[in-house]
C-alpha cells in the first residue's frame, strides 16, 4: 500500500511517500530555519503561514521525488494530534482534500508515534515489547511500547523537554538555533566533568523527568563567571550541560527497563540525533545486556516517512479517520 505522509506539527513542513510502512520512496522537508534563526525560536503563527505557502510545494515534491501522482497514492496519514493548533491544520486540511478527492482512506496520528515508528522504520527488526524514549524540543516521554499501536506512558517531563533545555541554553550562550546540534558540535571540544550540574530527579523513583532547574543552574553558573570577570568555557559549559541532560535520560531509561523487566531499548526524536547520548547508551546498554535501537540521522528530526509508517501500522488493524477529523495541540498517546 503507497501511503502519503503529511507532517506539519511544528516547524518542518514534510511530505513522504512509502510503501507497505517500510520503504521510503521520497521524504520531502522544508525546514523553518531562517524563521527560526530571524525569531530566535518557533513562532507558532509565523510557522503555520510558511506551512500553507509550503505545504503544495512538499506534496508535488514527494511525489516527483518518487516518480508517481497523487493517482499512486492509495491513503494519507497526517499528523493532528499534539503540536501548534494552527500548524496542524495546515497538514489536516491538505490530508482531507486528497483524501476527498482521490477517495482515498484517511488515518490522522498523534505526532509522538510517528516518532516510535521513526525507530521502527529505520529497524525493522526493533522487537516489540520494548521501552522507548522519545525526546524532542516539544516533547520528553518514556513510553512501553507494549505492541505496534498499544502503548502505556510512564513518564513525561514536568516542565522543559531535554531538546528545549538545548534550544534554551544554546540561545542564552549565543551559539543560535537550533541548539542541540550546535551544543553536539561545540561540546566534542569541551571538558564534560569540568562543571557539576544537576542531574534532575535522577534519584527520584518516578519515571517523569524536569530540565527547567538544570537550566536555571547553567544560567546562574555563566552569569557569575561572568560577574567574577572570569573567561568563558563554553565547550567547558556545552559538555557539562550536555553531560547533565544525557546521564538524566540513560538513568531513567534504564529504571524504566528494570520495572517492565525488558532488555529492549528504543531511542527517539530529535535529541536522538545527539553523538553523546548515542555514545552512552551504547555503552550502558552494552554492560547490561539491553539491546539499544536509535533512528537514522534523517528520521529523528520531524518527517513525515514516519507518520506514513505509522497510518500503514494502524490502517492494518483496520483503524480510519473522516472527512471529519480534527486537530488537538494536546492529547494521550493513543487516545
Ligand atoms: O523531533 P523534533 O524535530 O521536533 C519536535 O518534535 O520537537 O526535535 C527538534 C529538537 C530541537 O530541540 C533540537 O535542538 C533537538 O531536537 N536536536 C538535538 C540534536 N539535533 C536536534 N539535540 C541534541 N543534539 C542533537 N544533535
Ligand atoms: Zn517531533
Redesign the pocket.
Known sequence: MLILGIET??D?TSAALVADGKTILSSTIATQLDLLKKYGGVVPEVAARRHAELIGYVIKEALDTAGKTLDDVEAVAVTSRQGLIGCLMVGVAAAKSISYARQVPLIGLH?IEG?IFANILSNPDLPVPHICLTV????NMLVHVQNKCRYELLGTTLDD????A??KIAKFLGLGF????A??KLSQQGNRKAFNFPRPMIKNKALDFSFSGLKTAVINMFKAQIAGGEPLPLADIAASFQEAIVDTLVAKTLRAVEEKDLKIVSVT???S???R?RQVFTEVCKKRGIKVFFPKLSL???NAAMIAAAGYARMMLGERSDLRLNVFPNAPLGG
Open positions: 506539527s511544528c518542518e505526532h516518532h524532542s524540543g516539544g516533547h523537554a531535554a531538546g528545549e538545548f534550544d537550533p541548539g542541540g546540534p551544543i553536539d526524536g530529535g535529541v540525533a545527539n553523538s547520548l529523528c528530526t520531524d
